[in-house]
């Protein structure tokens, strides 16, 4: 039936566009903060991945590892920030950006001596067999449903300690305007420190929810970071509202593209998404969401 | 602010002693000492490139001096952060630029409160007076919708939505709610309208005679700068060429032409 399976498509679409949605978020955090492209955000999100892999070895509880993972993506982005990126503030703006390729090198390397380089399968927090109303398969399981609660629930809360907050004004201030944060006393340094915590959670939470539908591996995350960075370019790297929508059109548009071009199609998807990539920077280079610019100095 | 204007009674409340303070190569500040006296308002004149604008960016921290004193009722404050200049009580407005306009009036004012003391935890260090509660930030707020009416009825909007004069009010009224004892301002006449740049002049002047405040005035537009202001500082090329009492360089044929353009 066609539109079942248009449903299913749609619904598995959206399940991957949040995960696509999480990673975009956590970049868009980091470039408000600092205009850095955060390239080691998906090695972070693997390496994460794998402490909670680990933690739920050890203790054998899902959740242990769940919250230990996101616990290590706060304190991940924030070492990261504070011994290799704050060195190279106000140095041109290409040594920041190289020093986030070599992080990402170094912790893929890392992974690869602490926890091995085969695939390791990650569990799921829930059933992931298809749920279905009467005897129509929906296409997505109860996981599904956990993926998207979490990620909605996430970036709900970030928006909200974002607007209503003092910690939370004090980070746009500082996003939209250093100088003038710091001349009112703010302490901007501390405020990116935040940032790229709040980013390591993000990438955490991407990791662990992504993980199960595809094995974890040191380079595991490399095709997620490529789909989450689409995604934040399509809602313009300024716009948390942009990231969240952009990962959904990315996750729904590469469903059909897997699922209506059958075997074909999930080799087709990465070349999707470089293709609306293009697209997108050549029609809105600012993204869909970009702000009028009422401001440029 | 009066009592605290009175602390320092008699001795300049701002004075740079020799400062030096450039950018890569280039001295823009070359031993520049100047005093803004107690509760008076300081006029700081010159050309484009002068480095009146570098001379408050050194004072207020933003750029750290390579030599020379910056003493703040009589303690040397040079080369501290500007985080640290705003709770020593140092207000700086920046030309142009001053508001964020993605951010709505009321989150742009509750931005010059972030140096206050916070509620909760410790004092930061080098803070003065005691812990500050919701109650007193409210307060504060609302003696500055009180005195800036018009940001009161726009308080919900975005800064992006004020004129040119209304942004100038904004930034002038965040800069206060720092609770400052001296306070930098950035060619705050620039680009407005002549009436409204009355009105800010006339504000400027209100700020310093009513609450003691000590005003360092950096303007391109010497003559409105000298009518209002009690001493006059003349800048050139990183260098005090002029420091006298405003009437005395107003009345100085000479030194208008050359350095003033009036």
Same mark, same amino acid.
């Given at each position: ?30 470039? *408000? ?81 602490? @926890? ?65 944060? *710091? ?45 989450? @960075? ?68 | ?262």
């Amino acid at each position: 039936m066609p539109v079942v399976e248009f449903l299913q498509f749609t619904l598995s679409g959206v399940v991957f566009g949040m995960i696509y949605a999480a990673i975009a978020l956590s970049l868009v955090l980091i470039w *408000r903060g600092t205009r850095l492209l955060n390239y080691a955000q998906g090695g972070m999100a693997m390496f994460t991945t794998y402490v909670a892999i680990e933690v739920i070895y050890h203790t054998g509880s899902y959740w242990a590892g769940f919250v230990v993972a996101l616990a290590a993506g706060v304190v991940l982005g924030a070492v990261c920030q504070l011994t290799v990126i704050r060195p190279t503030m106000n140095k041109p703006p290409l040594n920041a950006v190289i020093v986030t390729i070599g992080l990402l090198i170094l912790l893929e390397g890392l992974a690869g001596i602490f @926890f091995g380089g085969q695939y390791r399968s990650f569990p799921a927090a829930f059933s992931i067999t298809g749920l279905k109303v009467g005897t129509t398969p929906l296409g997505v399981s109860r996981f599904d449903v956990f993926v998207v609660a979490a990620v909605l629930v996430t970036t709900l809360a970030l928006a909200a300690a974002f607007r209503y907050t003092s910690v939370g004004l004090r980070m746009r201030a500082s996003a939209f305007n250093a100088t003038i944060a *710091r001349l009112s006393g703010i302490r901007v340094a501390r405020m990116l420190t935040i940032g790229w915590a709040l980013a390591g959670l993000l990438g955490a939470l991407a990791g662990v929810l992504v993980s199960p539908s595809t094995f974890l591996y040191p380079n595991s995350m490399d095709a997620i970071f490529v789909f989450g @960075f689409t995604a934040a370019v399509i809602g313009g790297l300024d716009s948390p509202v942009g990231a969240v929508v952009g990962g959904l059109l990315l996750g729904i548009a590469l469903s059909y593209v897997a699922g209506y071009l059958g075997s074909k199609g999930s080799e087709l998807t990465s070349l999707v998404a470089l293709g609306i990539l293009v697209v997108v920077l050549m029609i809105r280079p600012d993204g869909l969401f970009s702000a009028t610019k009422v401001r440029r100095v | 602010m009066s009592s605290a204007a009175a602390e320092h009674n008699g001795s300049p409340a701002l004075a740079v002693e020799g400062l030096v303070a450039g950018y890569g190569g280039v001295v823009a500040l070359d031993g520049v000492s100047i005093s803004a006296g107690t509760a008076a308002i300081t006029a700081v004149l010159g050309a484009n490139g002068a480095g009146k604008t570098t001379l408050l960016r050194a004072v207020s921290g933003m750029i750290r001096p390579r030599r020379g004193r910056v003493l703040l009722g009589g303690t040397d404050l040079a080369g501290r952060s500007p985080e640290q200049m705003v709770r020593a009580g140092v207000a700086h407005v920046p030309e142009g630029q001053g508001v964020i306009p993605e951010l709505t009036v009321e989150e742009n004012l509750r931005i010059g409160m972030m140096s206050w003391p916070s509620g909760r935890g410790r004092a930061p260090a080098g803070s003065a007076g005691p812990r500050s509660s919701r109650a007193e930030r409210a307060a504060a707020l609302d003696e500055a919708y009180g005195r800036f009416r018009p940001l009161a009825d726009r308080r919900r909007k975005l800064a992006a939505t004020l004129s040119g004069g209304e942004r100038q009010m904004l930034v002038i009224a965040r800069a206060l709610l720092s609770r400052p004892h001296v306070l930098l301002l950035d060619e705050p006449s620039l680009g407005l309208a002549p009436r409204i740049m009355a009105q800010v002049m006339d504000l400027v002047v209100r700020l310093s005679r009513e609450q003691g405040l000590t005003i360092v005035l950096v303007e391109q537009n010497a003559r409105s700068a000298l009518a209002i202001a009690d001493h006059g500082v003349v800048l050139n090329l990183g260098r005090v060429v002029a420091s006298a009492d405003a009437q005395t360089l107003a009345a100085d044929i000479a030194l208008r032409h050359h350095y003033l353009g009036f």
